[in-house]
């Protein structure tokens, strides 16, 4: 089993952020089968290995893992030559990898996408871990609604929490917490609305883990169902839809919620495959099977054809030049 490097542009300062948290807890899952290990490339740290330092040694045994979002075609061209995988947390970025990069997808979602733009690499499945300490403690909750203030839209910010606060303890998160789990457990709905954020940057919800997350500690979730929210969000069932026609709509829902427990708690069979126990077994046999991937990658070339922009032109061409040709030969 050859070893990982994950490659990160750093990790404090100013790249503090969920996406990193999710690749070093992936990371550390890793552990559990290979030596795994973070390498920076954009900021040098203390006791953490850099990666124009690395590039200078011998490592033909190790796997190079990118994940960080627009930096990954400039990535993978530096590491041509070496194993590399693309772990995708999200979509929408608009570049296409060779196919001798597997790509491990962190939702149904974003596995589509690359599914799509992509299809004769290797892709797999890869859920975003739920920590252990993402759970119901079942104590007295004294926030009425929790909103994180990051990535949350106008509307909801400037419409929906003013219509809200003067029926209901409102608390808005916009600094980072040590217990996100804790502060789930003191709050009764959970209000998420990225649709907006993302459409900005022309990208996708890679996983939505703050809903899950929220979920799991008996809160009851608002959401927006865009992107990848929609692997696990069934509003009317396990949550509600935001930002829904008018500010007194989701005013009305939101305050009769608070009168209401949910009337589907959400079952640990719903949270197995996001625990700890289930994605170690299948990134185990994920790694083993690109590990042999790799091993026939340095003696076999390639040859099923990539679905590059010029390869949709041919065949857009191909299919026009056929429809000529069945109109001039008198074929219906």
Known sequence: MRSLYFLLPGTNGKYVCGGLFAELKTMELARQVCAATVVTYEQREPQTLFLDDVLQQDNRDAIFVVSWGFHVPKLVKKLARKAVIYHAHSAGYGFRLPSGVPILT??????????????????????NQ?????SDRGQPRDIDVLVQVRKSSQYLLQQLVPALKPHCH???????????????????????DTAEYWAQYKVSEGFGLPPMEAMACGCQVFSSVNGALADYLDPG?????IGTYSTQYDADRLLAALKTPASHPLSEGFLAPYREDKIVVRLQHILTTVNHFFDHAETQAADVPSLSSQRIWQLRLQRLYQKVAQKMGGNP
């Open 130 to 134: 739920i920590s252990p300490e993402f």
């Open 106 to 127: 962190v939702s149904r979602n974003t596995m589509g996408y690359w599914g799509q733009q992509c299809p004769s690499s290797p892709i797999f499945w890869l859920p």
């Open 170 to 192: 409102v608390v808005l998160l916009d600094h980072f917490v040590e217990d996100l789990a804790g502060l789930f457990n003191r709050s009764k709905i959970y209000l998420y």
């Open 237 to 241: 069932f396990n949550c509600q839809s």
